[in-house]
């Protein structure tokens, strides 16, 4: 065992010696999880002990593979968080290698002219239809990646007249393994500790990228995500998708529904033709497998496009999440027989199946949605930029362009809906193809609550409210004349002799502030937020350039103090319940420019936290729970001892002026447990979740928000009995305080306190989800604020 773990360390150390710095630097201070050596045998996470294709062996085995078949292009897309490559697998018949390029610019027509494009396939019947299969986005889910493997290995070498059928018909598309790190540490997220498949409406992850990067190449007409391990009917073990309602209003879902359930049923159909030839009495007896859509009315909901799937629907692809039942040998047989139907499926149907998937673009293109409300989809969106801080905005932009979205931006001054903005205004013309995706990813969202009893995860993610830009839906035409944006390059500018003041506007101003911090400027902080560098143009400027901000000079007001360099430790949580709990805010205090380490509970105890000035709770309060299961012990307190160190470590901490800082409803309930707040701490349901009204005090630690402005909760926490604190935030005094997502039993939250700081000590609890996901970028600052507050 020791070898097999030694050795796979050095095939790491070879495949990161060709990898960018930057990425070689993530790997050194990695954590290793105790299930490194244990997955090899006998992991709590691998219960059928399977033994899977270790990470190390792939690339070596589509290399062999390669070299056989005249069929087959391996290309490595890139690196993980973790540094590890990021293997892609193209096969089609020798007569189409060498023509990709040609046929992914056909397929493009789709959304140029998509009537020529359904023209051209009506009457060349021997076109090639892309079918896009990801293996493993989760780590643990070992048996989707095995079955690529498989398929790979199938469709590489076979002759039979089924396989080349397939091949006269398709190109595969394999995302082999599309989280290494994962697969590496045998952990569902990856290195950066982000669950991958809740990745796709932020896409802050390399991985993630990567896959929406290969979805835009090819705009696959099926789209196949292996996963596992799910038997909710043990007569119909796995699952297979379309899904139970609510589906998103921004899909043209009576498309996908033409076929998504038929091609689940052959699925099913080739799962159970084959099952004489499974070993486990589970499969043998197996009477179908089940299909959400058609076996439930709610629970697995295709709502959000955080899902892999979902998301490629909105490039068109039928999508389907595919659950295998084990862990094992024959979770591999289920999921390659799951694959084998739908591309059977696919090769039969394939003309009118992508007929409709034209028909979606046009839809978008011409402006006429039949299943949707008139005005459900504005004419266009404006994004105003503001041109002291544009850097949101930028994002935004860039981030739509990456999708596949058209951006045009105004070459003079124009109104819409009788306003009138100027030159240089971003504008989402919404008559464009993929018009669905933009809609999703600039819309405000609804509210679901009394749609369904609960939601599988998020239910509302707006990019403007949760990333802080404006962008405002247009009822009218917008006609300027505009050009085509193809990316936003940032520079930012320094402007006078200084002082220079750097508003306290986003992300990208609290990072240029602790960059400069780290240079030895001195930076001072006013009541509301601002900041001040006293220092010549030329000890700035290069700073202020990378960040994209536009800085002036000014004068620094009365009230503005000096601060300092901070060091944040943020208790780690190394896996509990398969997920990084703390792993949103590490990212936000890291895209904050703050110097971060992560320490597990045990070292709290063992160490506490002397040389840190901050440290930060955002996590399950598992973390300090002496009642875990089996599988998370490990990344917990091991003793009543321990838990007495930790706490009296972190009680000392905060006596000694630490500042303390809990995030979230279950660091909240753990801050009372320690024993540092005497609030009563009300938790929601751990399903409901969304954008909520918040009305902030707007100076200090809620410096750059409003009275009539937004926060987003996930499991939503609120506070009572507040009399020894500082009211920071409180959530709307209005009963229609819910924006969008889902909430059911809100009533009691309307008006509470949600941001609360202790008086007589330095215990802040913010109960808004201030850096969920890498999501909520707009939130971000309530921690930075939370951190530079005297
Ligand atoms: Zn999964």
Redesign the pocket.
Known sequence: MNKKKALSGILAAGILASVPLSAAQAITPKWINVNVSEEQAGSKFNNQNYDFMKFSEIGPKLEEIEKQSNRVKVEVKGTSADGYPLYVVTIADPTTQGKFGKIQSLRKQMFKNPEKAQDWIANNPDFKVPVMINGS??GT?FVGSDAVMQLIEHFATENDEETKTILENNILIFNVVQNPDGRVDAT?FNGEGIDL?RDFITQSQPETQETVALIKEWNPMVFLDT??YVNYDLNNPGLIEPCTPPHNPNYEYDLYEKWALDQAKAMEAEIVGDKAQFEGDLYKNMEGTYIPQRDDSAGWDDYPPIFTPMYAMYHGAYGHTL?APQNDEDGVRWMYNAIMGALKFATENKEEMITDQIEMFKRGINFDHPFHEEGFFPKAYVLPVNEEDPTVTNKAVNHLIKNDIEVVQASKAFEADGKSYPKGTYIVQMDQAKAGLANTMLWDGEDITDDTPAMYDISAWSLPELWGFEAIAVQGDVDTVASKVTNVKEQGSVSGKGPFIISNSSVKAVQLVNQLLQQGVEVKRDSEGNFYAESAANAVSEAVKASGLNIESGKVPADAVSIEKVSIAILKDGGMGKVQSHSGTKLALKRLGFDVKELTPSEVAEKGLESFDVFVYSGTEGLISLKLSEANKEFGLQSQVEFDAFKSNVESFVNKGGKYIAVGASASRATKTLGLTDDVINTGGSNSNGIIKVAYEGTGATAGYGEDDLGFVYRPVWFTSTDNDEVLATIADDENFFVAGHWAGREAAQGQAIMVKEQDKDVTLIGLEAGFRDHTDYLFRLLSNSIFEK
């Open positions: 986005i989760h889910e569902r498949n996963h596992g659950e």
